[in-house]
């Protein structure tokens, strides 16, 4: 059974850090992708950071471009999102999404990040 299950969400203080987990359960050897993704109040959802599971580095969206940081634990099949100079507008359901080889994805249930000013 697959599962993406996100933690490390919660309220901060404009400025401030938070680090995300997206831990990926029965996708070993069939994991093409991890991405996150958000969505807040009326809005879209919004694509915010994404890596390929066998290449270096990661790609990211314009808005958090220099404030996150998207990093992988290969044999936890894990991936983090470390979130600094957080700003009112980076408030949202943060999703995170898992991606096969055969183009099947998955999606976590979504963990809450609160940004106060």
């Known amino acids: 059974q697959v599962q993406l299950v996100e933690s490390g969400g919660g309220l901060v203080q404009a400025g401030g850090s938070l680090r995300l987990s997206c831990a990926a359960s029965?996708?070993?050897?069939?994991?093409?992708?991890m991405s996150w993704f958000r969505q807040a109040p009326g809005k879209e959802r919004e694509f915010v950071a994404g890596l390929i599971w066998i290449n270096p580095g990661a790609n990211y969206g314009d808005a958090v471009k220099g404030r996150f940081t998207m990093s992988r634990d290969n044999a936890k099949n894990t991936v983090y999102l470390q979130m600094d100079s957080l700003k009112p507008e980076d408030t949202a359901v943060y999703y995170c999404k898992g991606q096969t080889y055969t183009r099947v994805e998955y999606w976590g249930q979504g963990t809450q990040v609160t940004v106060s000013s």
């Open positions: 029965g996708l070993t050897g069939t994991l093409y992708a």
